[in-house]
């Protein structure tokens, strides 16, 4: 019986399945960057606005990687992929709320001290809402 026990714990140690309180552990180790799986993909996440990923690639397609926080990965506290526009009007929204054509041709939500982000995402360095990579 213990070395089944042992056995089982071993094994869902090294699965990073959920804990029996249902918070997910598989990505809160203080070595793995912020951008990886676990970290800005909570439910409330505009699917159009995601944390960047890891690797040269960040975000898909044409979208621009913001990030906020130090250079490390492993320290981001924020970080969002812009889509690609040409205009307003190309702009979705996020979470609802009106996003607006950069000059340099990226969507964004600004915010600041007259604009609140949506939940899950906080107000980066750029002045743009970010997925919150910290919370």
Do not use: H
């Amino acid at each position: 019986m213990r070395t089944t026990t042992l056995a089982l714990l071993a094994f869902l140690s090294l699965s990073g399945c959920k804990d029996p309180g249902g918070d997910d552990t598989s990505s809160t180790g203080s070595d793995e960057p912020r951008c990886t799986a676990g970290y800005g993909d909570a439910p409330e996440i505009d699917p159009n606005y995601p944390a960047c990923a890891c690797g040269e690639s960040r975000c898909e397609g044409e979208s621009a990687c913001v990030i906020s926080g130090p250079a490390s990965e492993s320290l981001w506290t924020s970080s969002a992929c812009l889509p690609p526009c040409t205009n307003d009007a190309s702009c979705p929204a996020l979470s609802g709320k009106p996003t607006k054509c950069s000059g340099a041709g990226f969507c964004r939500l600004e915010c600041g001290e007259d604009s609140t982000c949506p939940a899950g995402y906080v107000c980066g360095d750029g002045g743009e809402c970010q997925v919150d990579l910290v919370r």
